[in-house]
């Protein structure tokens, strides 16, 4: 039984910091209103990633208001991009909006 009862408060305490901080979640209503997200490709709508999953994703960069690619995933790695959401391995933009995107989505964020 105490074996038990330390693998309950374990499991707890990993759950607790995966919680954003009231900070986090200001940031977060911040950058939602300065964050266009435009799917290209509808995904299945009903599997989405939660905080401290593993996601991969491919992605292109553009500047020049998408006139020319610098960077993609496909072309550098030739695999897909792999990282831990809502963890901050990656800029805050991708998490934000890496977790609004269901299964096979694509979509253009700026």
């Known amino acids: 039984e105490i074996e038990s009862e330390d693998e309950e408060a374990s499991s707890a305490d990993e759950e607790d910091e995966l919680v954003p901080t009231e900070e986090e979640l200001l940031e977060l209503k911040r950058d939602e209103e300065n964050m266009v997200m435009v799917t290209k490709f509808p995904g299945n709508d009903v599997d989405f990633p939660k905080v401290g999953d593993i996601v991969r994703c491919h992605f ?5 208001d998408g006139k020319d690619m610098i960077e993609t995933s496909r072309k550098k790695h030739h695999r897909a991009f792999e990282f831990v959401i809502g963890t ?5 933009g991708w998490d934000r909006a890496v977790i609004q995107m269901s299964v096979q ?3 253009m964020c700026t």
């Open 105 to 107: 989505q694509r979509c």
């Open 88 to 92: 901050g391995q990656v800029i805050p």
């Open 60 to 64: 292109q960069i553009f500047i020049n």
